[in-house]
């Protein structure tokens, strides 16, 4: 049940704490109150022990010199002369007869028992007193055996001195009164040191119970019992334990899909502390900033070394979202979008930079195609608009002059329909449906039907065409792509060479055995540097007047190199010494196929 907990029950769980403490501290007093009146018994026993002793001793050796004494007296009357402190009692003991069948004779009798003859024999071997504690029947008596020489035969008797402490026995019932009074004491203290106790710890458990009781998705297992007052509490941390490690488990499972969808991103993102030094980066950061291991605890200029990425971080450390779009020079430029963003509670920063070199390219691609695909449309569409107006302003009436519009109609129409057809071509395949059927292909028949198809226009231009294929070369081509590529290829070079030129078509085997090359070869005026990467775009056109006037499109070279890559090969372009240009292609060499059942 929610909410602050009742008067009776901290009450109860006190005198739980108190009751418990108590009974837990009852055994131990006790147990002390015994341990410690066995020792001191113990050590009082010891000390009477040692004290009656000596005694015994002391009063041995002179009823010895007593008895010993030569005179006319007996021994008995020697004997009962003997001077003895009232709690000793003496025997004497005359032994006859030889070893080991002496008979022992009690001349005097006193309280204690008849000694056993052993000890009366080992007194009579030994050099001095012998020591007996406890006589037989007799609880803490000690007794002492002298041998001596007596009566006028020089026989030899034995002397037994017995005795026993009063001390211990009469001290005993103080002691234990003592003891008693010492343990009621110590209880009474141990009551009150429970009380102290259960103070401060219901305390700090009034508090846990209050928090628990508080505690979301946990609270009091249960109310409080007297028998058991931190059952509950026990209860309801084991609850809050499994809830923690089911929140731990939840974090783990979090934290792993956070780190698998940071590894993924194509941007790079990078965590940085208070100082711009790096906590985290990812993998796209690491390869764009060219770094194998995570730099942790460098900082942000070491590990980029764009000054740019430190204002914006700067920035974002005063609270405020930065980015910023800049050119990065390095081993290749590219153009970068980054964004700095504050890190709540931590004071650090999360920079995320984006590589934008694609999109723009693709972006300026896409204006320029636009720009183009319209100034290739307008200017045929202009001419065929002009010719039609002139045509119906009377043209039509002069059949040589209507001729004439009717012709330049049809050039701009093919024009503007052959433009139609490339474009409908380059988007077949950039968008990487090429409908292409590779198979074996002769390349020298290929080549023999475009020149033959090519060799009126080249003799109208001026320029030369050779083809030099001596034998079958066979590759794996689709055949119209193939006839498409080299009637561009040499189109091409033919349109730009120039009137006397001339232009070379050859196959070359001896590089790769995986493949054959294809090389068209002028020798015109050649390609400047600076437009060879950029020769195979869209409407890219070295000589933009030139082109137009001889009819392209400017969409020849960038369908080659689609077709070319579409059949598994390569195109490229060369500079030719001393002038003029190689444009080549690869194509894959035919193989037979192997047989399925070799």
Not at 208 to 226: C, I, T
Not at 331 to 355: E, F, H, M, N, Y
Request: net charge neutral; charged share 25%; aromatic share 4%.
């Amino acid at each position: 049940m929610a909410g602050a907990p009742r008067d009776g029950t901290l009450g109860g769980m006190n005198l739980a704490l108190r009751r418990r403490l108590f009974l837990a501290a009852m055994p131990i007093v006790l147990l002390g109150a015994w341990v410690l009146g066995s020792w001191i018994m113990r050590d009082l026993r010891l000390a009477e022990s040692t004290d009656l002793r000596r005694r015994l001793k002391d009063e041995v050796a002179l009823a010895v010199s007593v008895l010993e004494a030569k005179g006319p007296a007996s021994i008995a009357s020697r004997f009962a002369t003997l001077p003895r402190s009232p709690e000793t009692s003496a025997q004497i003991y005359a032994l006859t007869g030889q070893p080991p069948s002496w008979q022992k004779t009690l001349l005097t009798l006193a309280a204690v028992e008849e000694v056993n003859d052993d000890r009366l024999k080992a007194a009579l071997e030994a050099t001095g007193p012998l020591f007996s504690p406890d006589a037989p029947g007799a609880l803490g008596w000690q007794s002492v055996l002298q041998s001596f020489s007596g009566g006028d035969d020089g026989s030899r008797m034995v002397l037994v001195l017995s005795g026993r402490g009063t001390v211990v026995e009469g001290a005993l019932d103080h002691l234990v009164f003592q003891l008693v009074v010492a343990a009621a004491l110590s209880l009474l203290a141990m009551l009150l040191l429970a009380n102290l106790a259960t103070y401060f710890v219901t305390k700090d458990l009034r508090s846990m119970f209050l928090r628990l009781r508080r505690a979301p998705g946990v609270g009091l297992a249960r109310e409080p019992e007297d028998g058991r007052p931190l059952g509950s509490i026990a209860l309801s941390i084991q609850a809050l334990t499994l809830k923690l490690e089911q929140s731990v488990t939840t974090l783990t499972v979090e934290r792993d899909r956070f780190e698998a969808v940071l590894e993924r991103l194509s941007d790079a993102v990078i965590a940085l502390d208070t100082e711009q030094r790096v906590i985290l980066m990812n993998r796209s950061a690491l390869h764009l900033f060219g770094h194998e291991k995570q730099p942790l605890g460098r900082t942000l200029l070491e590990v980029a070394r764009i000054p740019v990425l430190s204002e914006l971080v700067g920035r974002a450390q005063h609270g405020k979202k930065a980015k910023a779009e800049f050119d990065w020079p390095g081993k290749k430029r590219r153009r970068l979008l980054a964004r700095a963003i504050p890190a709540r509670g931590s004071g650090g920063t999360i920079l995320i930079v984006q590589d934008l070199t694609a999109l723009r390219r693709l972006e300026t691609l896409r204006r320029d195609f636009v720009a183009n695909v319209s100034h290739e449309l307008r200017t045929p569409v202009g001419v065929m608009l002009a010719n039609t107006e002139s045509l119906l302003d009377g043209g039509l009436e002069e059949p040589e002059i209507a001729r004439g519009f009717v012709e330049s109609l049809h050039r701009n129409a093919e024009r503007l329909a052959q433009l139609v057809a490339d474009l409908l071509d380059l988007s077949r395949l950039e968008a990487g449906q090429p409908n292409l059927r590779p198979e074996e292909i002769d390349l020298r028949d290929v080549l023999d039907d475009v020149v033959f198809r090519l060799a009126s226009k080249a003799k109208a231009l001026g320029v030369g065409l050779h083809g030099d294929i001596a034998e079958a070369s066979l590759v794996l081509a689709d055949a119209k792509g193939l006839d498409q590529v080299l009637t561009n290829l040499i189109d091409n070079a033919m349109k730009h060479a120039g009137a006397g030129a001339c232009v070379h078509v050859r196959v070359r085997d001896d590089l790769d055995v995986q493949v054959l090359r294809v090389e068209v070869e002028d020798d015109g005026p050649g390609i400047e540097p600076a437009h060879r990467e950029r020769i195979f775009e869209r409407f890219y056109r070295v000589d933009p007047g030139r082109s137009r006037e001889m009819g392209g499109t400017g969409l020849g070279l960038s369908i080659v190199k689609h077709l070319v890559e579409n059949m598994g090969g390569t195109v490229g372009i060369e500079p030719v010494v001393p002038r003029g240009c190689r444009f080549y292609f690869t194509l894959p060499r035919w193989t037979e196929p192997k047989d399925a059942g070799v």
